[in-house]
């Protein structure tokens, strides 16, 4: 059973920064991609920001420049570091994994509420 659990996340005033961390369970390998997604209220839920176990990374438009996402594949960990926030950041965090094999991302985490006041 794979799971992942995030962690960091909260309120914080336009300009701030938060990080964001999720660990990989229940494997013993390496997913090979680690991404963050976000969904805000009556929004699609989209991609932020993957990563692989190469280290090859993909950003959205949107947060290029801002935020970056980095993995310690010994422990199966990805961590995004979001600065300068805008309101428009605000939204539910999730983190997902994609192994070896999976054609897509078939695990994620509970979600992460990040908030950004203006």
């Known amino acids: 059973q794979v799971q992942l659990v995030e962690s960091g996340g909260g309120l914080v005033q336009s300009g701030g920064s938060l990080k964001l961390s999720c660990a990989v369970s229940?494997?013993?390998?390496?997913?090979?991609?680690m991404g963050w997604f976000r969904q805000a209220p009556g929004k699609q839920r989209e991609l932020v920001a993957d990563?692989?176990?190469?280290?090859?990374?993909n950003y959205a438009d949107s947060v290029k420049g801002r935020f970056t996402i980095s993995r310690d594949n010994a422990e199966n960990t990805v961590c995004l570091q979001m600065n300068s926030l805008k309101p428009e950041d605000t939204a539910v965090y999730y983190c997902?994994?994609?192994?070896?094999?999976?054609?897509?991302?078939?695990?994620w985490g509970q979600g992460s509420q990040v908030t950004v006041s203006s």
């Open positions: 229940g494997r013993t390998v390496s997913a090979y991609a």
């Open positions: 990563i692989t176990s190469g280290g090859s990374t």
């Open positions: 997902a994994a994609q192994m070896y094999g999976d054609a897509e991302y078939m695990y």
